[in-house]
């Protein structure tokens, strides 16, 4: 019995080969290699995430610094693009990554008298997602409204703009047509639903309606489409703003609102 033991003990056995133990170690490479690869995916998706996350807090408090100057009036009267800076901001916050600022509709009146500058053309068609109104009803000597936005959405902007009575604000990321003087200008939204009317969805907004264009447009002078804010006040201060240009009132009071500002994020 023992003897049998020993035989099968010491019987030559089958082992691997040289090319069985190169394909072995060839698989628990790639196999390896697969595995670092999605794990440093990975962990590279997270830091990214990460720091566009911090990038995107510290855009916003600069436009919190941007804001005060605006409800101040302490932002230089000046209609030529510029980066915003601040020495009473955090050293941090200096460090960061400029936010240019466009001025598009400015801080002047947003009437003629008693008639609103920018209205409606023509009734909106939320079933095309459009509204017309006049391209040079706002103008920058020979510059009109619509090309200063066409050259901020060239940036990879969107631009925040509103009509009295609708149930939200309507944001475009597509060129304006028609942008010379005397042109009717038409602008694609980028959700039809911002053309209803807040109170009556089939109630659409007609022809001398207001456009509520954005005062200023705030972005990542880096990268514009990483981070872009539209400053535009509510009804309420477009109200105040009427009652000036119609002599009710002496004082505007419509500065201070809590909806001057509207992230173009918080639509889409």
């Known amino acids: 019995m023992i003897n049998i033991f020993l035989r099968r003990l010491l019987q030559p056995q089958a082992a691997l080969s040289l090319i069985e133990l190169l394909v072995a170690l060839t698989i628990l490479a790639l ?22 996350l911090v990038k ?8 919190a610094f941007i804001d005060n100057d ?23 916050l200096q460090a960061a990554e400029k936010l240019a600022v466009a001025t598009m509709f400015g801080t002047g009146s947003r009437f003629q008298f008693a008639a609103p ?27 009109t409204f619509t090309q200063r936005v066409n050259q901020i959405l060239a940036l990879g902007n969107k631009i925040v703009f509103s009509i009295d009575g609708t149930s939200t604000r309507c944001s475009i990321s597509r060129p304006l047509e028609g942008t010379d003087v005397g042109d009717m200008a038409v602008a694609h939204v980028d959700d039809s639903l911002c053309l209803r009317m807040a109170n ?25 489409a990483s981070f872009h804010t539209s400053f535009i006040e509510n009804v309420s201060a477009s109200k105040s703003l009427y009652n000036w240009a119609t002599g009710f ?12 500002r509207q992230t173009s994020d918080a639509i889409t």
């Not at 995107?56 to 436009?63: D, G, L, M």
């Open 56 to 63: 995107a807090k510290r855009n916003e408090v600069i436009v």
């Open 70 to 92: 605006f409800v101040d009036k302490a932002s230089p009267p000046i209609t030529a693009l510029r980066l915003y800076v601040n020495s009473q901001m955090p050293d941090d």
């Open 249 to 260: 009132i002496t004082k505007i009071v419509g500065w201070r609102c809590p909806a001057w």
């Open 200 to 224: 009556d969805p089939q109630n659409l907004p007609q022809t001398g309606d207001h456009v509520m264009l954005p005062r200023f447009v705030v972005y990542n002078s880096v990268d514009p």
């Open 31 to 52: 196999l390896s290699t697969a595995g670092l690869k999605m794990f440093q995916s990975t962990q590279t998706s997270f830091v990214d995430g990460r720091t566009s």
């Open 117 to 143: 500058k920018c209205r409606l053309s023509r009734d909106a068609d939320p079933d095309l997602g459009n509204v017309s109104s006049p391209a040079d009803c706002m103008r920058f000597g020979q510059t």
